[in-house]
């Protein structure tokens, strides 16, 4: 049984800071590189962070560098997402994957969490 759970969101007001995380059981995390997603209503989902496997390595989308940072401890089978300086237009819900890759790539995302909800307003 392969699972992810994202966790962490909820209600901030601009401005403020939210960390997710993403835990993994039935697979060891390690191995694959995971990729943060978002989608809010009534639009495409899109792509917001990635890590390497090992971590050396992260990418960002253009909208969210600066404020997001992506992390993970592969001995809890964890990866992070620390939100700071949100903005209205980061409101979606979140969600975690894991690549059949260890390096980021477009592609090869097989598995994948419920979600999370992050609300950005005042």
């Known amino acids: 049984q392969l699972q992810l759970v994202e966790s962490g969101g909820g209600l901030v007001q601009p401005g403020g800071s939210l960390r997710l995380s993403c835990a993994a059981s039935?697979?060891?995390?390690?191995?694959?590189?995971i990729g943060w997603f978002r989608q809010a209503p009534g639009k495409e989902r899109e792509g917001v962070s990635c890590i390497s496997s090992s971590g050396d390595r992260t990418n960002y989308a253009d909208s969210v560098k600066g404020r997001f940072t992506i992390s993970r401890n592969n001995a809890k089978n964890t990866v992070y997402l620390q939100m700071n300086s949100l903005k209205p237009e980061d409101t979606a819900i979140y969600y975690c994957a894991a690549s059949r890759f260890s390096v980021c790539v477009d592609t090869g995302y097989d598995y994948w969490g419920q979600g999370t909800q992050v609300t950005v307003s005042s």
């Open positions: 039935g697979f060891t995390l390690a191995y694959y590189a």
